[in-house]
């Protein structure tokens, strides 16, 4: 059975760094782009980057470019997700997901992970 | 990059009847279009993709249809399980956005 585990919600102060992860199972982890999608609270679904763990190419959305940081760790099938430096705006639900065979079709998504950035 | 454009934002649909949901794209994107379905607290789910390919386990009520830039989902007998948020998504080209939503709600 596929399955992308997330880390645990997160509270951090706006300035602070946060590395959130995924760890996939059930396939082969090397072979399947995984991609980070953020969900604003009450707001839609919207693509931040995607890595392919096999060679570690990464693509990221224009407005997501130089704001985070996506990469994976293939001996332990994880990818990450990291910020260097977080604001309030940051505030959402991100989920990782696995890219299907059929170019960027979402086939499995993890559990979400909440991040919240308060003062 | 292409924009997504779902309408409308609310539909209001009894138990049994028809739901119609529309996405265009603001170029055209193929056939390479894909709907998900989510419920609150929940992650969203993959529903239909290549416009009109139910995924596994999709039941047969609903339905994808459309090319180019013009797209609908059809839910033909709506369920109680069946409300919820639906997005489409273009995946022809990175980045591949999703619109902004339809929410299905009880009528």
């Known amino acids: 059975e596929v399955q992308l585990v997330q880390s645990g919600a997160e509270v951090k102060k706006p300035g602070e760094s946060l590395k959130i992860s995924c760890k996939g199972s059930?396939?082969?982890?090397?072979?399947?782009?995984i991609g980070w999608v953020r969900q604003m609270p009450g707001k839609g679904l919207e693509w931040m980057g995607i890595?392919?763990?096999?060679?570690?190419?990464?693509r990221y959305s224009p407005s997501f470019q130089g704001q985070v940081t996506i990469s994976a760790d293939k001996s332990i099938s994880t990818a990450y997700l990291q910020w260097s430096s977080l604001k309030a705006s940051d505030t959402a639900m991100y989920y990782c997901?696995?890219?299907?065979?059929?170019?960027?079709?979402?086939?499995?998504w993890g559990q979400g992970t909440l991040v919240t950035v308060s003062s | 990059e292409i924009v997504m454009t779902q309408s409308p934002a609310t539909l209001s649909v009894s138990p049994g009847e028809r739901a119609t949901l529309s996405c265009r794209a603001s170029?055209?994107?193929?056939?390479?279009l894909a709907w998900y379905q989510q419920k609150p607290g929940q992650a969203p789910r993959l529903l239909i993709y290549?416009?009109?390919t139910r995924a596994t386990g999709i039941p047969a009520r609903f339905s994808g249809s459309g090319s180019g830039t013009e797209f609908t989902l059809t839910i033909s007998s709506l369920q109680s399980e069946d409300f919820a948020v639906y997005y489409c998504?273009?995946?022809?080209?990175?980045?591949?956005?999703f619109g902004q939503g339809t929410k299905v709600e009880i009528k």
């Open positions: 997901v696995r890219r299907s065979t059929y170019s960027y079709v979402v086939d499995y």
């Open positions: 998504q273009q995946y022809n080209n990175w980045p591949p956005p």
């Open positions: 890595i392919y763990p096999g060679d570690s190419d990464t």
């Open positions: 170029q055209s994107v193929s056939s390479n």
């Open positions: 059930g396939y082969s982890f090397t072979s399947y782009w």
């Open positions: 290549g416009a009109s």
